[in-house]
Protein backbone atom coordinates (compact mmCIF):
# COMPACT_ATOMS: atom_id res chain seq x y z
CA UNK A 1 0.00 0.00 0.00
CA UNK A 2 1.28 3.57 -0.58
CA UNK A 3 2.94 4.97 2.69
CA UNK A 4 0.39 6.84 4.98
CA UNK A 5 2.31 10.22 4.47
CA UNK A 6 1.46 10.93 0.96
CA UNK A 7 -1.91 10.73 0.83
CA UNK A 8 -2.53 13.59 2.88
CA UNK A 9 0.00 15.43 0.47
CA UNK A 10 -2.88 15.94 -1.70
CA UNK A 11 -5.70 16.05 0.16
CA UNK A 12 -6.03 19.57 -0.12
CA UNK A 13 -6.01 18.87 -4.08
CA UNK A 14 -8.65 16.08 -3.60
CA UNK A 15 -10.92 18.73 -1.83
CA UNK A 16 -10.73 21.14 -4.84
CA UNK A 17 -11.03 18.77 -7.40
CA UNK A 18 -14.11 17.26 -5.65
CA UNK A 19 -15.91 21.01 -5.44
CA UNK A 20 -15.37 21.10 -9.29
CA UNK A 21 -16.99 18.15 -9.79
CA UNK A 22 -20.09 19.11 -8.52
CA UNK A 23 -19.70 21.92 -10.98
CA UNK A 24 -19.60 19.95 -13.79
CA UNK A 25 -22.18 19.96 -16.29
CA UNK A 26 -24.40 17.41 -16.53
CA UNK A 27 -24.19 16.51 -20.54
CA UNK A 28 -21.24 15.49 -22.92
CA UNK A 29 -20.77 18.30 -24.94
CA UNK A 30 -22.65 18.54 -28.44
CA UNK A 31 -20.74 18.00 -31.35
CA UNK A 32 -17.92 15.76 -30.21
CA UNK A 33 -17.62 12.13 -31.77
CA UNK A 34 -18.15 9.74 -28.62
CA UNK A 35 -16.97 6.17 -28.09
CA UNK A 36 -19.87 5.32 -26.47
CA UNK A 37 -23.02 4.39 -28.39
CA UNK A 38 -26.97 3.78 -27.91
CA UNK A 39 -27.09 -0.07 -28.99
CA UNK A 40 -23.47 -1.19 -28.59
CA UNK A 41 -21.99 0.73 -25.89
CA UNK A 42 -18.22 1.60 -25.71
CA UNK A 43 -16.52 0.30 -29.02
CA UNK A 44 -12.93 2.06 -28.74
CA UNK A 45 -10.27 -0.38 -28.65
CA UNK A 46 -12.23 -3.11 -27.43
CA UNK A 47 -9.18 -5.46 -27.11
CA UNK A 48 -8.58 -3.59 -24.12
CA UNK A 49 -11.66 -1.44 -22.80
CA UNK A 50 -13.56 -4.67 -22.66
CA UNK A 51 -10.99 -6.10 -19.65
CA UNK A 52 -11.56 -3.34 -17.11
CA UNK A 53 -13.15 -5.62 -14.89
CA UNK A 54 -16.30 -3.41 -12.93
CA UNK A 55 -14.84 -0.45 -14.41
CA UNK A 56 -15.35 -0.79 -18.00
CA UNK A 57 -18.10 1.16 -19.65
CA UNK A 58 -21.06 -0.85 -20.68
CA UNK A 59 -20.42 -2.49 -24.27
CA UNK A 60 -22.79 -5.58 -25.72
CA UNK A 61 -21.69 -8.61 -24.53
CA UNK A 62 -21.96 -11.34 -27.51
CA UNK A 63 -24.71 -13.67 -27.28
CA UNK A 64 -25.14 -17.47 -28.31
CA UNK A 65 -28.93 -16.96 -28.28
CA UNK A 66 -30.41 -14.24 -30.58
CA UNK A 67 -31.33 -11.35 -28.51
CA UNK A 68 -34.41 -10.82 -30.43
CA UNK A 69 -38.11 -12.37 -29.40
CA UNK A 70 -38.51 -16.00 -31.05
CA UNK A 71 -40.80 -15.53 -34.06
CA UNK A 72 -44.76 -15.46 -32.70
CA UNK A 73 -44.14 -14.00 -29.32
CA UNK A 74 -44.63 -10.74 -28.16
CA UNK A 75 -43.07 -8.83 -24.81
CA UNK A 76 -45.28 -8.76 -22.15
CA UNK A 77 -43.73 -7.51 -19.17
CA UNK A 78 -40.26 -5.72 -19.17
CA UNK A 79 -37.73 -5.15 -16.22
CA UNK A 80 -34.46 -3.27 -16.32
CA UNK A 81 -31.96 -3.80 -13.34
CA UNK A 82 -29.04 -1.24 -13.81
CA UNK A 83 -26.38 -0.37 -12.27
CA UNK A 84 -25.19 3.65 -12.07
CA UNK A 85 -23.21 5.23 -15.03
CA UNK A 86 -19.38 5.75 -14.66
CA UNK A 87 -18.24 7.79 -11.86
CA UNK A 88 -15.46 9.12 -10.24
CA UNK A 89 -13.07 7.06 -8.28
CA UNK A 90 -14.39 6.43 -4.37
CA UNK A 91 -13.08 9.38 -2.24
CA UNK A 92 -10.56 6.69 -0.76
CA UNK A 93 -9.18 5.57 -3.82
CA UNK A 94 -9.28 9.23 -5.12
CA UNK A 95 -6.66 10.20 -2.33
CA UNK A 96 -4.39 7.18 -3.04
CA UNK A 97 -4.43 7.99 -6.56
CA UNK A 98 -3.66 11.75 -6.65
CA UNK A 99 -0.49 10.34 -3.99
CA UNK A 100 0.22 7.83 -6.48
CA UNK A 101 0.44 10.53 -9.38
CA UNK A 102 2.53 12.96 -6.59
CA UNK A 103 4.78 10.31 -5.38
CA UNK A 104 5.86 9.41 -9.26
CA UNK A 105 6.28 13.15 -10.33
CA UNK A 106 8.47 13.76 -7.78
CA UNK A 107 10.73 10.65 -7.92
CA UNK A 108 10.90 10.50 -11.46
CA UNK A 109 13.80 12.24 -13.47
CA UNK A 110 12.96 10.94 -16.65
CA UNK A 111 9.76 10.30 -18.25
CA UNK A 112 10.16 8.31 -21.75
CA UNK A 113 7.88 6.66 -24.22
CA UNK A 114 4.86 5.34 -23.11
CA UNK A 115 5.19 6.86 -20.24
CA UNK A 116 5.84 10.74 -21.33
CA UNK A 117 2.53 12.06 -20.60
CA UNK A 118 3.35 11.76 -16.92
CA UNK A 119 5.47 14.56 -16.70
CA UNK A 120 3.17 17.44 -17.15
CA UNK A 121 -0.14 15.21 -15.86
CA UNK A 122 -2.10 16.91 -14.13
CA UNK A 123 -4.40 15.05 -11.41
CA UNK A 124 -8.01 16.41 -11.64
CA UNK A 125 -10.23 13.50 -11.11
CA UNK A 126 -13.22 14.08 -8.45
CA UNK A 127 -14.95 11.55 -6.01
CA UNK A 128 -17.77 9.48 -5.92
CA UNK A 129 -20.36 10.89 -8.83
CA UNK A 130 -20.83 10.59 -12.16
CA UNK A 131 -18.77 11.97 -14.85
CA UNK A 132 -20.08 13.43 -18.10
CA UNK A 133 -18.98 10.08 -19.86
CA UNK A 134 -20.87 8.15 -16.95
CA UNK A 135 -24.09 10.49 -17.60
CA UNK A 136 -24.27 9.87 -21.30
CA UNK A 137 -23.73 5.66 -20.32
CA UNK A 138 -27.20 6.29 -18.78
CA UNK A 139 -28.41 8.59 -21.00
CA UNK A 140 -27.68 6.25 -23.95
CA UNK A 141 -28.97 3.13 -21.27
CA UNK A 142 -32.85 4.70 -21.24
CA UNK A 143 -32.72 5.27 -25.15
CA UNK A 144 -31.60 1.58 -25.31
CA UNK A 145 -34.13 -0.31 -23.15
CA UNK A 146 -36.38 1.97 -25.11
CA UNK A 147 -35.92 0.95 -28.65
CA UNK A 148 -35.87 -2.85 -27.76
CA UNK A 149 -39.00 -2.36 -25.99
CA UNK A 150 -40.56 0.49 -28.44
CA UNK A 151 -43.75 -1.93 -29.52
CA UNK A 152 -44.36 -3.01 -26.01
CA UNK A 153 -43.54 0.40 -24.39
CA UNK A 154 -45.99 2.56 -26.45
CA UNK A 155 -48.49 3.98 -24.05
CA UNK A 156 -46.56 3.10 -20.71
CA UNK A 157 -44.36 4.24 -18.38
CA UNK A 158 -41.90 2.15 -15.97
CA UNK A 159 -42.24 2.74 -12.37
CA UNK A 160 -38.85 3.63 -11.07
CA UNK A 161 -36.78 3.04 -7.98
CA UNK A 162 -33.46 4.09 -6.82
CA UNK A 163 -30.75 3.09 -4.51
CA UNK A 164 -30.46 6.52 -2.35
CA UNK A 165 -26.63 7.72 -3.23
CA UNK A 166 -26.27 10.79 -5.38
CA UNK A 167 -24.81 8.63 -8.25
CA UNK A 168 -27.35 6.09 -8.18
CA UNK A 169 -30.25 8.94 -8.30
CA UNK A 170 -28.94 10.86 -10.84
CA UNK A 171 -28.33 7.61 -12.85
CA UNK A 172 -32.02 6.85 -12.55
CA UNK A 173 -32.64 10.22 -14.03
CA UNK A 174 -30.37 10.46 -16.65
CA UNK A 175 -31.86 7.23 -18.10
CA UNK A 176 -35.37 8.55 -17.51
CA UNK A 177 -33.94 11.36 -19.66
CA UNK A 178 -32.70 9.02 -22.21
CA UNK A 179 -35.98 7.00 -22.54
CA UNK A 180 -37.98 10.07 -22.55
CA UNK A 181 -36.02 11.55 -25.75
CA UNK A 182 -35.84 8.41 -27.57
CA UNK A 183 -39.64 7.95 -27.24
CA UNK A 184 -40.18 11.33 -28.05
CA UNK A 185 -41.92 12.04 -25.07
CA UNK A 186 -42.80 15.32 -24.31
CA UNK A 187 -42.34 14.88 -20.34
CA UNK A 188 -39.15 12.95 -18.67
CA UNK A 189 -40.33 10.60 -15.87
CA UNK A 190 -39.79 10.84 -12.35
CA UNK A 191 -38.45 8.39 -9.68
CA UNK A 192 -41.11 6.77 -7.64
CA UNK A 193 -39.26 5.55 -4.92
CA UNK A 194 -35.81 6.51 -3.87
CA UNK A 195 -34.54 4.11 -0.84
CA UNK A 196 -31.86 5.48 1.59
CA UNK A 197 -28.66 4.19 2.09
CA UNK A 198 -28.19 4.72 6.15
CA UNK A 199 -27.52 2.09 8.56
CA UNK A 200 -30.44 -0.47 9.63
CA UNK A 201 -31.92 0.63 6.56
CA UNK A 202 -33.55 -2.40 4.55
CA UNK A 203 -32.95 -2.17 0.94
CA UNK A 204 -32.42 -4.44 -1.28
CA UNK A 205 -30.90 -2.34 -4.07
CA UNK A 206 -28.11 -1.86 -1.47
CA UNK A 207 -26.43 -4.49 1.07
CA UNK A 208 -25.90 -3.56 4.48
CA UNK A 209 -27.95 -5.82 6.75
CA UNK A 210 -26.29 -9.47 6.98
CA UNK A 211 -23.89 -8.71 10.32
CA UNK A 212 -22.04 -12.12 9.27
CA UNK A 213 -21.10 -11.11 5.52
CA UNK A 214 -20.93 -7.27 6.13
CA UNK A 215 -17.35 -7.85 9.09
CA UNK A 216 -15.86 -10.96 9.87
CA UNK A 217 -13.87 -13.97 7.83
CA UNK A 218 -16.22 -13.82 4.73
CA UNK A 219 -15.36 -10.39 3.79
CA UNK A 220 -12.58 -11.22 3.09
CA UNK A 221 -12.54 -14.17 1.01
CA UNK A 222 -12.58 -11.81 -1.82
CA UNK A 223 -9.65 -9.72 -1.11
CA UNK A 224 -7.63 -12.92 -0.27
CA UNK A 225 -8.56 -14.34 -3.61
CA UNK A 226 -7.07 -10.84 -5.24
CA UNK A 227 -4.03 -11.27 -3.69
CA UNK A 228 -3.38 -14.89 -4.51
CA UNK A 229 -4.18 -13.68 -8.17
CA UNK A 230 -1.82 -10.18 -7.61
CA UNK A 231 1.00 -12.62 -6.34
CA UNK A 232 1.04 -14.35 -10.21
CA UNK A 233 0.54 -11.25 -12.64
CA UNK A 234 1.60 -8.30 -10.93
CA UNK A 235 5.53 -8.84 -10.26
CA UNK A 236 6.16 -8.36 -13.73
CA UNK A 237 4.35 -5.14 -14.52
CA UNK A 238 5.73 -3.93 -11.10
CA UNK A 239 9.27 -4.64 -11.97
CA UNK A 240 8.80 -3.24 -15.68
CA UNK A 241 7.29 -0.07 -14.38
CA UNK A 242 9.98 0.34 -11.34
CA UNK A 243 12.75 -0.03 -13.77
CA UNK A 244 11.05 2.77 -16.49
CA UNK A 245 9.97 5.30 -14.00
CA UNK A 246 13.04 4.33 -11.06
CA UNK A 247 10.16 4.33 -8.48
CA UNK A 248 9.60 1.52 -6.40
CA UNK A 249 5.81 1.25 -6.58
CA UNK A 250 4.04 -1.74 -4.68
CA UNK A 251 1.55 -4.31 -5.84
CA UNK A 252 -1.34 -2.24 -4.85
CA UNK A 253 0.62 0.80 -6.40
CA UNK A 254 0.81 -1.09 -9.81
CA UNK A 255 -2.76 -1.84 -9.79
CA UNK A 256 -3.61 1.65 -8.95
CA UNK A 257 -1.64 2.95 -11.93
CA UNK A 258 -3.58 0.41 -13.94
CA UNK A 259 -6.55 1.93 -12.47
CA UNK A 260 -6.16 5.29 -13.79
CA UNK A 261 -6.64 4.31 -17.12
CA UNK A 262 -10.60 3.99 -16.72
CA UNK A 263 -10.91 6.59 -14.41
CA UNK A 264 -9.04 9.53 -16.93
CA UNK A 265 -10.98 7.88 -19.41
CA UNK A 266 -14.32 8.80 -17.95
CA UNK A 267 -12.83 11.97 -17.05
CA UNK A 268 -13.06 12.62 -21.04
CA UNK A 269 -16.97 14.06 -21.54
CA UNK A 270 -16.35 11.87 -24.79
CA UNK A 271 -15.20 8.77 -23.24
CA UNK A 272 -11.61 8.84 -25.07
CA UNK A 273 -9.25 5.89 -24.45
CA UNK A 274 -6.89 7.78 -21.86
CA UNK A 275 -2.67 7.61 -22.05
CA UNK A 276 -2.84 5.64 -18.92
CA UNK A 277 -4.02 2.64 -21.08
CA UNK A 278 -0.95 2.51 -23.17
CA UNK A 279 1.42 1.76 -20.25
CA UNK A 280 -0.37 -1.70 -20.09
CA UNK A 281 -0.42 -4.44 -22.59
CA UNK A 282 -3.45 -6.23 -24.46
CA UNK A 283 -2.73 -9.47 -22.21
CA UNK A 284 -1.96 -7.51 -19.14
CA UNK A 285 -5.53 -5.85 -19.12
CA UNK A 286 -6.56 -9.83 -19.38
CA UNK A 287 -4.86 -10.53 -16.15
CA UNK A 288 -6.35 -7.46 -14.53
CA UNK A 289 -9.76 -8.22 -15.81
CA UNK A 290 -9.57 -11.67 -13.91
CA UNK A 291 -8.25 -9.73 -10.50
CA UNK A 292 -11.61 -7.79 -10.91
CA UNK A 293 -13.67 -10.67 -11.38
CA UNK A 294 -11.65 -12.74 -8.58
CA UNK A 295 -13.05 -10.17 -6.61
CA UNK A 296 -17.08 -10.42 -7.80
CA UNK A 297 -16.71 -13.95 -7.75
CA UNK A 298 -15.33 -14.73 -4.16
CA UNK A 299 -16.84 -11.06 -2.98
CA UNK A 300 -20.31 -11.43 -3.68
CA UNK A 301 -21.10 -14.16 -5.99
CA UNK A 302 -21.29 -18.06 -5.61
CA UNK A 303 -17.73 -18.00 -4.47
CA UNK A 304 -19.09 -16.26 -0.89
CA UNK A 305 -21.25 -19.20 1.73
CA UNK A 306 -23.78 -15.95 2.11
CA UNK A 307 -22.75 -14.10 -1.10
CA UNK A 308 -26.15 -15.10 -2.78
CA UNK A 309 -28.18 -14.60 0.45
CA UNK A 310 -27.58 -10.32 0.12
CA UNK A 311 -29.04 -10.63 -3.24
CA UNK A 312 -32.40 -12.71 -2.38
CA UNK A 313 -34.64 -9.43 -1.32
CA UNK A 314 -34.66 -8.45 -4.86
CA UNK A 315 -35.06 -11.75 -6.48
CA UNK A 316 -38.30 -12.25 -4.31
CA UNK A 317 -39.48 -8.72 -5.50
CA UNK A 318 -38.69 -10.21 -9.29
CA UNK A 319 -40.73 -12.80 -8.60
CA UNK A 320 -43.65 -10.81 -7.02
CA UNK A 321 -43.74 -8.88 -10.12
CA UNK A 322 -43.74 -11.54 -12.77
CA UNK A 323 -46.65 -12.78 -10.87
CA UNK A 324 -48.94 -10.17 -9.64
CA UNK A 325 -48.53 -11.31 -6.40
CA UNK A 326 -47.29 -9.69 -3.03
CA UNK A 327 -44.25 -10.10 -1.39
CA UNK A 328 -42.93 -12.87 0.42
CA UNK A 329 -39.88 -12.35 1.79
CA UNK A 330 -38.20 -11.95 5.21
CA UNK A 331 -34.94 -10.71 4.63
CA UNK A 332 -33.57 -7.53 3.85
CA UNK A 333 -36.99 -6.29 1.89
CA UNK A 334 -38.40 -2.90 3.49
CA UNK A 335 -42.23 -4.53 4.20
CA UNK A 336 -43.29 -0.85 4.58
CA UNK A 337 -42.37 -0.32 1.10
CA UNK A 338 -43.29 -3.47 -0.72
CA UNK A 339 -46.62 -4.12 0.93
CA UNK A 340 -47.94 -0.59 -0.49
CA UNK A 341 -49.22 -0.18 -3.94
CA UNK A 342 -48.28 3.22 -4.67
CA UNK A 343 -44.61 2.71 -3.66
CA UNK A 344 -44.65 -1.41 -4.76
CA UNK A 345 -46.66 -1.84 -7.38
CA UNK A 346 -47.95 -4.89 -8.78
CA UNK A 347 -49.64 -4.32 -11.88
CA UNK A 348 -47.49 -2.62 -13.92
CA UNK A 349 -45.98 -4.04 -17.32
CA UNK A 350 -42.55 -2.19 -16.74
CA UNK A 351 -40.19 -1.67 -14.04
CA UNK A 352 -36.43 0.02 -13.79
CA UNK A 353 -34.09 -0.32 -10.89
CA UNK A 354 -31.11 1.73 -9.83
CA UNK A 355 -28.50 0.37 -7.82
CA UNK A 356 -24.62 -0.83 -7.38
CA UNK A 357 -22.46 -3.44 -8.55
CA UNK A 358 -21.87 -5.71 -5.89
CA UNK A 359 -25.37 -5.60 -5.17
CA UNK A 360 -25.99 -6.74 -8.65
CA UNK A 361 -23.27 -9.77 -8.44
CA UNK A 362 -25.08 -10.99 -5.57
CA UNK A 363 -28.57 -10.55 -6.78
CA UNK A 364 -27.20 -12.51 -10.37
CA UNK A 365 -25.86 -15.17 -7.99
CA UNK A 366 -29.21 -15.62 -5.84
CA UNK A 367 -30.99 -16.22 -8.84
CA UNK A 368 -28.64 -19.06 -10.37
CA UNK A 369 -27.89 -17.15 -13.33
CA UNK A 370 -23.76 -18.74 -12.90
CA UNK A 371 -24.71 -21.75 -11.53
CA UNK A 372 -22.75 -23.71 -14.06
CA UNK A 373 -19.40 -21.28 -13.12
CA UNK A 374 -17.48 -23.47 -11.40
CA UNK A 375 -15.36 -22.09 -8.81
CA UNK A 376 -12.57 -19.79 -10.37
CA UNK A 377 -9.28 -20.66 -10.42
CA UNK A 378 -6.88 -17.91 -8.21
CA UNK A 379 -3.43 -18.79 -9.93
CA UNK A 380 -4.39 -20.01 -13.21
CA UNK A 381 -6.79 -16.68 -15.64
CA UNK A 382 -9.84 -18.44 -16.89
CA UNK A 383 -11.56 -16.57 -20.12
CA UNK A 384 -15.54 -16.35 -20.25
CA UNK A 385 -16.29 -19.62 -22.27
CA UNK A 386 -14.65 -21.41 -19.27
CA UNK A 387 -16.35 -19.45 -16.76
CA UNK A 388 -19.96 -19.77 -18.70
CA UNK A 389 -19.75 -16.29 -19.07
CA UNK A 390 -18.94 -15.01 -16.01
CA UNK A 391 -16.44 -11.85 -15.82
CA UNK A 392 -16.87 -8.76 -13.89
CA UNK A 393 -16.53 -6.72 -17.27
CA UNK A 394 -19.28 -8.68 -18.45
CA UNK A 395 -21.53 -8.83 -15.88
CA UNK A 396 -21.12 -5.75 -13.56
CA UNK A 397 -19.75 -3.01 -16.03
CA UNK A 398 -20.37 0.88 -15.15
CA UNK A 399 -24.04 0.81 -16.57
CA UNK A 400 -24.77 -2.50 -16.75
CA UNK A 401 -28.57 -3.81 -16.98
CA UNK A 402 -30.17 -7.01 -16.36
CA UNK A 403 -33.21 -7.39 -18.60
CA UNK A 404 -36.06 -9.75 -17.31
CA UNK A 405 -39.23 -10.28 -19.89
CA UNK A 406 -42.16 -11.95 -20.12
CA UNK A 407 -43.15 -13.70 -23.37
CA UNK A 408 -46.57 -14.28 -24.65
CA UNK A 409 -45.75 -16.94 -27.73
CA UNK A 410 -48.39 -18.09 -30.25
CA UNK A 411 -49.88 -21.97 -29.52
CA UNK A 412 -48.65 -21.39 -26.06
CA UNK A 413 -51.24 -21.51 -22.94
CA UNK A 414 -48.32 -20.02 -20.21
CA UNK A 415 -46.14 -17.21 -20.28
CA UNK A 416 -42.24 -17.94 -20.93
CA UNK A 417 -39.46 -15.81 -18.82
CA UNK A 418 -36.11 -14.76 -20.33
CA UNK A 419 -32.70 -12.64 -19.05
CA UNK A 420 -30.95 -10.68 -20.88
CA UNK A 421 -27.43 -9.73 -19.43
CA UNK A 422 -26.25 -7.00 -20.75
CA UNK A 423 -27.54 -8.03 -24.35
CA UNK A 424 -26.61 -12.09 -23.88
CA UNK A 425 -29.36 -13.46 -23.73
CA UNK A 426 -28.87 -16.24 -20.32
CA UNK A 427 -29.40 -19.82 -21.22
CA UNK A 428 -31.09 -20.54 -17.76
CA UNK A 429 -30.62 -24.04 -17.47
CA UNK A 430 -31.61 -23.94 -14.13
CA UNK A 431 -35.55 -23.78 -14.78
CA UNK A 432 -35.15 -25.89 -18.66
CA UNK A 433 -34.58 -22.98 -20.79
CA UNK A 434 -35.14 -24.01 -24.51
CA UNK A 435 -33.11 -22.60 -27.39
CA UNK A 436 -34.64 -19.18 -27.33
CA UNK A 437 -33.57 -18.48 -23.71
CA UNK A 438 -36.96 -19.35 -22.45
CA UNK A 439 -38.25 -20.84 -19.36
CA UNK A 440 -42.22 -20.71 -18.78
CA UNK A 441 -43.28 -18.52 -15.55
CA UNK A 442 -44.16 -21.50 -13.41
CA UNK A 443 -40.75 -23.75 -14.33
CA UNK A 444 -38.79 -19.85 -13.56
CA UNK A 445 -40.79 -19.84 -10.17
CA UNK A 446 -40.25 -23.14 -8.93
CA UNK A 447 -36.53 -22.87 -10.18
CA UNK A 448 -35.95 -19.66 -7.62
CA UNK A 449 -36.45 -21.84 -4.23
CA UNK A 450 -33.09 -20.25 -2.61
CA UNK A 451 -34.71 -17.05 -2.34
CA UNK A 452 -38.09 -18.18 -2.01
CA UNK A 453 -36.76 -20.04 1.14
CA UNK A 454 -34.80 -17.33 2.31
CA UNK A 455 -31.31 -18.06 1.04
CA UNK A 456 -28.77 -18.66 4.48
CA UNK A 457 -30.54 -15.66 6.22
CA UNK A 458 -30.40 -17.11 8.74
CA UNK A 459 -26.88 -17.32 9.25
CA UNK A 460 -26.62 -13.39 9.02
CA UNK A 461 -27.09 -12.90 12.76
CA UNK A 462 -25.70 -16.60 14.22
Known sequence: MASPGRPSRFFALFLLVSLTAIRRSLAAPAGNKSCDTIDHGYRCSPETTHFWGQYSLWFSVPSEISVEPPS????????????????????????????????????TTTFTDEFAFLKDYQYTLGADQLTDAGRQEMVNSGAHFYRRYAKFLENKTPFVRSSGQDRVIESAEKWLAGFAQEGKRDEVGKIDVSIPETKGQNNTLSHEICAKFEKGPLDK????????????????????????????????????????????????????????????????????????????????????????????????????????????????????????????????????????????????????????????????????????????????????????EKLQCKGEKEEFVRVIMNDRVAPLEFCGGDEHGRCTLSKFVESQSFARSGGHWDQCFA
Open 72 to 107: GCDVSFASVLSRHGGRDPTANKAIAYGALIGYIQNS
Open 221 to 404: IGDSAQMTWIDKFIPSIQQRVNAKLGVKLTPTETIYLMDMCPFDTLSSPTAAVSKFCHIFTEDEWHQYDYYETLGKYYGYGNGNPLGPTQGVGYVNELLARLTEKPVDDHTNTNSTLDSDPSTFPLDRKAYADFSHDNDMSAIFAALGLYNSTKPLSNSTIEGTDETHGFSAAWTVPFAARMYV
